[in-house]
């Protein structure tokens, strides 16, 4: 696993489409690993920068075991700036 706190500290902005997959299935298991049951794709909040999958998603709460990996498989933006969060903390 990376070590993501040294790899935003280097403010290595924005993420290739291969790390946000990395980071994206990091984060998952450790939400997964401390009991979270719900999240939600939280958009980079920049109009026009999220893609339409994104912006389908955007404010449902969806069950982990379900959880997409980002970007989505049809992402059409050089760089994915969307997140995970946990449903519920908003």
């Known amino acids: 696993m990376r070590d993501w706190d040294e790899y935003f500290a280097n403010g290595e902005f924005p993420m290739p489409r291969d790390v946000v997959t990395e ?32 912006l389908g998603l955007k404010g449902k709460a969806i069950p982990i075991a379900e959880a997409p990996n980002l970007p989505l498989p049809d992402c059409d933006k050089e760089f994915c700036k969307c997140i995970l969060v946990v449903a519920g903390l908003e």
Request: hydrophobic letters at 25%; one cysteine or more.
């Open 23 to 54: 980071y994206t299935q990091d984060r998952l298991e450790k939400l997964r690993s401390v009991g979270i049951e719900f999240v939600r794709v939280h958009g980079c909040g920049l109009e026009g920068e999220d893609c339409d999958g994104c």
